[in-house]
């Protein structure tokens, strides 16, 4: 069984409007997909009204607390006192959130104790990996 961490954070949505608006999120960390966090959103904070999932790099997140990291959907900078932007690039356009780096920080802790960087490769399953792949190619 897989260790799950999961925190709920406050994000505020940046929008065109003066105000912005603070919507439920919850990053999530899976021992099983240790390269990898999500960060979910309710449907009441997207377009299409149903839950979104983001998965990026651990490592992207981490970085980008503390200088701006990534350059692909999903791009992470500090902003301000106490706060990281986050965006997230689709098709349909870009959302862009602020998060207080404190939750993040705690979040990686986390994350970091459950696996520590550099050990991520222990706790993958390459024979379930490698089965599922030939599985998909029949």
Do not use: N
Not at 46 to 75: M, N, Q, Y
Request: proline letters at 7%; hydrophobic letters at 40%; a negative charge.
């Amino acid at each position: 069984m897989s260790t799950v961490i999961e925190q709920p954070v406050q994000a505020r949505l940046v929008a065109s409007a003066p105000r912005m608006e603070t919507v439920p999120a919850t990053l999530r960390y899976d021992c099983a997909d240790p390269f990898a966090v999500r960060m979910e959103f309710p449907g009441q904070a997207t377009l299409e009204g149903s839950d979104v999932s983001w998965a990026f790099g651990r490592e992207l997140l981490a970085a980008g607390i503390d200088k701006p990291a990534g350059a692909g959907d999903v791009r992470v900078r500090p902003y301000g006192y106490g706060h990281t932007v986050m965006e997230f690039h689709a098709i349909e356009g870009v959302a862009v959130v602020h998060v207080p780096t404190h939750d993040l920080r705690l979040f990686l802790q986390r994350a970091h104790s459950a696996v520590p960087s550099g050990r991520e490769h222990l706790h993958l399953d390459l024979d379930r990996d490698l089965t599922e792949l030939l599985r998909d190619a029949r």
